[in-house]
């Protein structure tokens, strides 16, 4: 368990290299912490997704919100109880476009503050303005796309993970 507050949890698991498994091991993950969480049995606890819509999980017939987020080697869940959450997990790295892919995705301001920070620090700032903007989408039930100019209204929080990733929620 990553996070438990204020009717949010998050969880993470080392995922098996199958994209496919990843997935169905990260979805029972998913279940067995909200059965404990919530003291339910796992039978009455499910997780439902269609293709291009934010899954929905259902503790037992009542719905909660419910996030997913993969990398190599790490995968994420949020759920909130009370509303939507949003979850992202990236891999920090030196990405050679990456002013283009901020200013593009991210903003003119975050390009400009990542242009102005230390080479050495570039790398996890961009992993913590993109994991915070992909959340923070999730979170509205949006997809991922270019700088429009606002950002869905949320708080934002990032998760303590080890080195090389960085991770956000948005509750």
Known sequence: MLLSRDGVLAIGIVPPPSRTEARAHLRQAVREAA?????????AISV?????????????????????????GLSLAAIGLYGPVGIDVMRVQ????????ARDYLGPQVAQELAACPDAQRPL??????????AALKYA???LAEWDGTAPACCLQ???????????LAY
């Open 125 to 134: 700032r961009l992993a913590q303005a993109w994991t915070a903007r992909e």
């Open 35 to 43: 059965a404990q969480w919530q003291n339910l049995d796992i039978e």
């Open 48 to 72: 439902e997704s269609t293709p291009g819509t934010p899954p929905r999980l259902l503790l037992a017939g009542r719905p909660a919100g419910l996030s997913f987020s993969h990398d190599e």
């Open 94 to 101: 030196d990405i050679a476009d990456w002013f283009h892919l």
């Open 141 to 143: 039930g949006l997809p």
């Open 158 to 168: 990032a998760l303590p993970l080890p080195a090389p990733y960085v991770a956000s």
